[in-house]
Structures are given as C-alpha cells and as structure tokens.
T-cell receptor
Framework: QKEVEQNSGPLSVPEGAIASLNCTYSDRVSQSFFWYRQYSGKSPELIMSIYSNGDKEDGRFTAQLNKASQYVSLLIRDSQPSDSATYLCAATSPGRNAGGTSYGKLTFGQGTILTVHP | KAGVTQTPRYLIKTRGQQVTLSCSPISGHRSVSWYQQTPGQGLQFLFEYFSETQRNKGNFPGRFSGRQFSNSRSEMNVSTLELGDSALYLC????????????????FGNGTRLTVT
C-alpha cells in the first residue's frame, strides 16, 4: 500500500461546480497535511495546510481532515478553468535519525489531474 | 520576500558526466529539501538539510549527494549520470524554529530540468 494515495482521476468538472479531491494516508502518526497545486511545466505551489481534525477554509478552498479515518480532502468551490492543474496531497510523519535529531518525513501522493471545462 | 531560487533552469548532460545543481532558500529558512520528479514516479524525496546538517535521506544511490552552506544555500550533485536521472529536480525550503521541528510546509523553487542523453 502506498503511504499517501489519491483518487486516481483525472477529474473533470464544469465551470462553477465543486471539485472534490481525496487522499488517504497509511501512517497513523502523520501530523501535518498539505495540498499543493502544480500547473503543467511548473513547480508545486502550496494551497492549504491542515493540522487538526475538521475543516479549514481559505477562499474557494476547503481542506477537511479526519485522522481517525486517515483521510484528507480538498474541495474547490465555484471551480474555474484556471484551477485546471495537478493537485498533490502530502503528509508529514515524524522520524528520528541515527544522531537523534527529529525530522519530518514528507510524502507526496501521485497527484490528481483536475480539468475544469467552460 | 524572494522565493526559492534554483539554478540552472535547464541542463543537458551525457551519460557518465556529473552535474551540480544550486538552490537558494527563502530568506530566514534554514531547511532545504531536494526532490526528484518524473512522470512515472512522481515526487521522490532525495534529502533534507537543516543548518548544514543532513537530517534525512531518501532511497537514492550514493551517486546523489548534497550539502548545505552556512548561509543556508544548498547544492546537490549527481555523479556518473544515467539516462534514468533525467527528471525535474526541485528544491524546497521551510522555516523551522529549531533543529527538532518539522511540521512547516515546503516552498518550492522553479526546478532544474535535467536531461541526460
């Protein structure tokens, strides 16, 4: 099982609709979760961070986290053609190196391609 | 505030050569991470440095190495290049208040597109 899995997509929604992107993670001790957007040929851009159970809203974006179900989602309301991109889910789980220093192991999902058509 | 800067943007090398990629993090960020992105494998973690020390390393062969300088700038080196090393190499920086913190998000640079022929 992959550590971070996203719904395979591609996902196509009409302009103005709600796009729902889903992600599950396997490591129960994961502590922080991120959604990144990546346009074709560009680097990933942070959209949302979420650290505790529940919903977090930022403009048209809402991230939802359910640690009991090991599930995180991203809702995009009033989708626009400019939202067409690959969306990457990422989770951080703690680790400790041989020297005793803590680090965060950030693992990305494979991404979901979203297309918003006019 | 300036973002993460990576140089060069594009590189073409031949098999067997070596390459050095450079990354300047956001001012004040002491952590730098490197990722390799390919269509088939997605984003794969290479290594992370904090205040000149490697904190974590991914599952890449020893041909991949990195370092971080006292001004937080970082370089990664790939020796004896193989065709499979062709990828987008992404550097990301984070603000961590201390050596043991790690939950902050990453901020990515524009990447270096490496092509090995």
């Amino acid at each position: 099982q992959k550590e971070v899995e996203q719904n395979s997509g591609p996902l196509s929604v009409p302009e103005g609709a709600i796009a729902s992107l889903n992600c599950t993670y396997s490591d129960r001790v994961s502590q922080s979760f991120f959604w990144y957007r990546q346009y074709s040929g560009k680097s990933p851009e942070l959209i949302m961070s979420i650290y505790s159970n529940g919903d977090k809203e930022d403009g048209r974006f809402t991230a939802q986290l359910n640690k009991a179900s090991q599930y995180v989602s991203l809702l995009i309301r009033d989708s626009q053609p400019s939202d067409s991109a690959t969306y990457l889910c990422a989770a951080t789980s703690p680790g400790r190196n041989a020297g005793g220093t803590s680090y965060g192991k950030l693992t990305f999902g494979q991404g979901t391609i979203l297309t918003v058509h006019p | 505030k300036a973002g993460v800067t990576q140089t060069p943007r594009y590189l073409i090398k031949t098999r067997g050569q070596q390459v050095t990629l450079s990354c300047s993090p956001i001012s004040g960020h002491r952590s730098v991470s490197w990722y390799q992105q390919t269509p088939g494998q997605g984003l794969q973690f290479l290594f992370e440095y904090f205040s000149e020390t490697q904190r974590n390393k991914g599952n890449f062969p020893g041909r991949f190495s990195g370092r971080q300088f006292s001004n937080s700038r970082s370089e990664m080196n790939v020796s004896t290049l193989e065709l499979g090393d062709s990828a987008l190499y992404l550097c990301a920086s984070s603000f961590y208040a201390s050596r043991d913190s790690y939950n902050s998000p990453l901020h990515f640079g524009n990447g270096t597109r490496l092509t090995v022929t």
